[in-house]
């Protein structure tokens, strides 16, 4: 039986050549998968293959290796309990207070932004997507990067690469305050 078609879901020309290919990598990962759309884990696992920075935010790799051990058999174990299913976590994309300055851009914009039809995303995935390009604007950048899509991923509890994540051994709020230190993007969380 042939693979289903995700609906073409171009990123945006705004973003850049690196993390079009990753969502491109992602795309494939989910159309081999038989997958009606493009998730969080399909987006984690090509952020791990195709970029250094994210790699190096786990600073070990031992624990890079685990969670692409774990990303494959996505395919062939338990991820197959996800097969047909639609990721929707009901997350709804918060950026850090102190990260909002002015302008605020509405999410249509930055949805926009991100793919011109959403309709081969997860809801999950492209709220991660705007949450990624919401952290951009708010550091002052046209666009997002891998770091920035990887503290989307990782901020919501709910998402299928927030499961892969634990399953490995990584605390996603860890993860996400680790980057926001790197990066300069925040205070680190307390509390």
Do not use: C, K, N
């Not at 850049?16 to 884990?41: C, W, Y």
């Amino acid at each position: 039986m042939p693979h289903p078609r995700l609906p073409r879901t171009e990123p945006d020309g705004e973003l850049d050549a690196e993390l079009q290919s990753v969502i491109a990598g992602a795309r494939r990962r989910a159309v081999r998968g038989g997958d009606g759309q493009l998730d969080t884990a399909h987006l984690l696992h090509s952020l791990l293959e195709s970029d250094p920075a994210v790699r190096a935010a786990f600073g070990d790799g031992a624990r890079v290796a685990r969670l692409l051990g774990l990303l494959v058999q996505r395919s062939i174990g338990y991820g197959l309990r996800w097969q047909g299913t639609v990721e929707d976590s009901g997350a709804v994309p918060v950026v850090p207070e102190q990260a909002v300055r002015e302008p605020v851009v509405p999410e249509r914009a930055v949805r926009e932004r991100i793919v011109r039809d959403p309709a081969g995303w997860s809801p999950s995935a492209l709220s991660a997507m705007e949450l990624a390009q919401a952290r951009a604007l708010a550091g002052g950048r046209e666009s997002a990067d891998g770091l920035d899509v990887l503290a989307a991923l990782a901020s919501d509890a709910e998402s299928r690469a927030v499961e892969i994540l634990r399953r490995s051994g990584v605390d996603p709020r860890a993860l996400v305050e680790r980057i926001d230190v790197d990066t300069g993007f925040g205070e680190p969380l307390t509390g």
